[in-house]
C-alpha cells in the first residue's frame, strides 16, 4: 500500500513530500487511517542526527492518532471505525521477562521503535507523518471517548512518559513534585501531578509562563535563573521530574530533594550529563530514568486523563509548516505541542 508521507531525506535536511509503502494487513495487524500526528522533540533530535546514525530516507512521528479503516483475521481488541492510538513503538519480543511484565519499552531483545527501527520481518519503521500506517495489534492504543483526538495525541508520548515516573514514584496527596522546565512534556507534567492531588511546583529558567504554569495546575513557580530559588528550596520535595532536553546542573537539583526524594530524567539533551555521587550519598537521594511505560501503563494512563479531562495544549498545523514548527521547537516558540492534521499530507 503506497501512501502519502512527509520524510527526511538525510540528517539535518528539510522533511519533504514523499510516497511510502506500507506492509500489507496481516492476520494480527492494524491498518490506521492517520488522523493527527504530533511533533516530539525527539523526531528533531533523530533527523538532525544528534542520537547518531539514522537509516534516511526516514518518515518521523510516534505520537498518531486515527481510525482504523482494516482489521486482519485475529484482531479482536479493535474494530473497523474504532479511534486509535500508536505511540512510541509497534513491536517487542513478546517472550522476555521485561515483556511478560508489561514492560515492552525495555524489551531486553529491543523493543521496535515506530520509525527509525528494524521491525521484526527486517523493514525499516517509518512513523506518523504520514496518511496510514500498519501496526500489530498489541501495540494500539484505544482512545477513549471525551479526549479531543488532537489533544490526545501527545499523550502518546509525552503523556506516558511523564505519567509512568509520576505513578511510580508516588506523585498523591502530601507529596511535593516539582516539574522542570514547562514545554510539551511540563506542562502535561504539571497537569498529571495536579491531577493525581500532588502539590506541583515548576522549576523553569524565568517566570515568564507563570501564569500558563498555574493555569495547568502549579501550586508554585520558581525561575532558576535566579541563585536564590536553590537555597529557597533545598530539602523541600520528594520528587523531581526533569522534563528539559537541555544540560543542567543536576547536582544543584538533587540538594533540592528531600531525604529518600528521588529525581527522574525523562528530557533527553543531545551531550552527557555530570553527577557527583556524593549529591546521592549526603542525603540518600535517589537519581533514576525513565522512558515511557508498557503498553497496558498507556492505556491505563489514556483512561486517567480522559477521566480528569487531560489533554495536551496544541497548536493544530498543516504538513508543510512542518519545518517550520522544528524552527519555532526548537527556539521554545509553542505551548505546547506541534499536531500535524494528516489529512494535509496529501
Known amino acids: 500500500m503506497r501512501v502519502h508521507a512527509y520524510a527526511a ?27 493527527y500526528a504530533g511533533i516530539c522533540h525527539s523526531d528533531i533530535h533523530t533527523v538532525n ?33 474504532d479511534r486509535v492510538g500508536v505511540g512510541c513503538m509497534v513491536n517487542s519480543c513478546g517472550e522476555c521477562a521485561n515483556c511478560r511484565n508489561g514492560d515492552e519499552q525495555y524489551c531486553l531483545e529491543g523493543q521496535v521503535p515506530t520509525y527509525a527501527g528494524v521491525d521484526r520481518d527486517g523493514t525499516i519503521t517509518q512513523g ?26 501527545p499523550l502518546l508520548c509525552a503523556g506516558i512518559t511523564t505519567y509512568s515516573p509520576l505513578r511510580r514514584w508516588g506523585a498523591g496527596p502530601g507529596k511535593k513534585v516539582a516539574v522542570v522546565g514547562l514545554g510539551g512534556l511540563g506542562h502535561l507534567a504539571v497537569k498529571i501531578a495536579h491531577a493525581m492531588g500532588a502539590e506541583v511546583t515548576v522549576l523553569s529558567q524565568s517566570l515568564k509562563k507563570r501564569e500558563d504554569g498555574l493555569r495547568l495546575g502549579a501550586d ?45 530524567n525523562v528530557g533527553a539533551p543531545g551531550q552527557k550529563l555530570s553527577l557527583n555521587v556524593f549529591s546521592l550519598i549526603n542525603s540518600r537521594r535517589n537519581y533514576a530514568g525513565s522512558m515511557i511505560g508498557g503498553i497496558a501503563e498507556t492505556q491505563e ?24 514548527a522544528y524552527e519555532r521547537v526548537l527556539a521554545s516558540d509553542v505551548r505546547y505541542r506541534f499536531v500535524i492534521d494528516a489529512a494535509t499530507f496529501g
Open 220 to 264: 508554585d513557580y520558581h525561575a532558576t535563573a535566579d541563585p536564590g530559588t536553590f537555597k529557597e528550596l533545598a530539602g523541600r520535595f520528594d520528587l523531581i521530574i526533569n522534563t528539559v532536553s537541555a544540560v543542567i546542573d543536576v547536582d544543584a537539583y538533587l540538594r533540592l530533594l528531600t531525604v529518600d526524594g528521588t529525581m527522574v
Open 128 to 153: 506518523g507523518y504520514s496518511t496510514h500506517v500498519v501496526v500489530d495489534a498489541g501495540f494500539v492504543l484505544s482512545v477513549p471517548e471525551g479526549i479531543d483526538p488532537a489533544a490526545a495525541t
Open 9 to 35: 531525506p538525510a540528517a539535518a535536511e528539510p522533511l519533504a513530500p514523499t510516497v511510502i509503502e506500507r506492509r500489507d494487513v496481516g492476520p494480527g495487524d492494524v491498518l490506521i487511517r492517520i488522523e
Open 301 to 324: 494512563m489514556l483512561d486517567f486523563c480522559a477521566g480528569h479531562g487531560i489533554g495536551s495544549d496544541v497548536e493544530v498545523i498543516a504538513a508543510e509548516k512542518i519545518n517550520e
Open 49 to 81: 542526527g544528534d542520537w547518531g546514525k539514522q537509516p534516511f530516507p526516514l518518515v518521523p512521528g510516534h505520537e498518531i492518532v486515527g481510525i482504523v479503516t482494516e482489521v486482519g483475521a485475529d484482531v479482536t481488541r479493535h474494530r473497523v471505525g
